[in-house]
């Protein structure tokens, strides 16, 4: 066995052999450099990915600290709302439109809710009394309440649910 193994081995051209390892050499550095350029990919997205979590993650938490704030005080004052507006500016830029459309929804009734305090409750500058006891004032108060829990019924688990699709690292 050993005599036809060396026979074997002498009548291998090692010229044509490294030919066709050359030849092979190619393909293998091309399949080679996809596959890098591939998991450069795949690292860059994740890095977004991360990037985009934490500047979402911001606003998500935003939201839900005026979901608090909201529930704490079992109303909306123009500085709460204006917290929201400057804590979400970026929203728009970083999810998709249905999250832009809920947080506008959010603020727009959030809006009402702090007129509506405001028109029974006066902030201190304003120097008024507000509206008199009555039917008036009862419809704002009732009109506040409604208001108000559908921020904490409806919209706060809505956005824990609309924002959970974008906050979930894959």
């Given amino acids: 066995?050993?005599?036809?193994?060396?026979?074997?081995?002498?009548?291998?051209?090692?010229?044509?052999?490294?030919?066709?390892?050359?030849?092979?050499?190619?393909?293998?550095?091309?399949?080679?450099?996809?596959?890098?350029?591939?998991?450069?990919?795949?690292?860059?997205?994740t890095r977004l990915d991360?990037?985009?979590?934490?500047?979402?993650?911001a606003i998500y938490k935003a939201v839900d600290a005026f979901y608090g704030e909201v529930g704490t005080h079992s109303t909306a004052k123009y500085p709460m709302v204006s917290e929201l507006r400057?804590?979400?500016?970026?929203?728009?830029?970083?999810?998709?439109?249905?999250?832009?459309?809920?947080?506008?929804?959010?603020?727009?009734?959030?809006?009402?809710?702090?007129?509506?305090?405001?028109?029974?409750?006066?902030?201190a500058g304003a120097g008024g009394q507000g509206l008199p006891?009555?039917?008036?004032?009862?419809k704002a108060a009732e009109e506040e309440g409604h208001l108000v829990l559908w921020l904490l019924q409806d919209a706060k688990p809505e956005s824990k649910k609309r924002f959970g699709k974008y906050l979930k690292l894959t």
Avoid at 50 to 57: A, N
Avoid at 133 to 138: A, I, M, S
């Fill in 50 to 57: 991360l990037d985009l979590y934490d500047r979402r993650l």
């Fill in 86 to 123: 400057h804590a979400t500016a970026e929203a728009a830029f970083l999810f998709p439109a249905e999250i832009d459309k809920h947080l506008a929804e959010v603020k727009e009734k959030a809006m009402r809710i702090a007129s509506l305090s405001e028109l029974m409750y006066p902030s």
């Fill in 1 to 45: 066995m050993d005599a036809a193994f060396f026979q074997t081995l002498t009548s291998i051209n090692f010229k044509s052999v490294i030919e066709v390892l050359s030849a092979a050499l190619t393909p293998v550095i091309g399949i080679a450099t996809i596959y890098i350029a591939y998991q450069q990919w795949r690292t860059n997205k």
């Fill in 133 to 138: 006891v009555g039917e008036e004032r009862n």
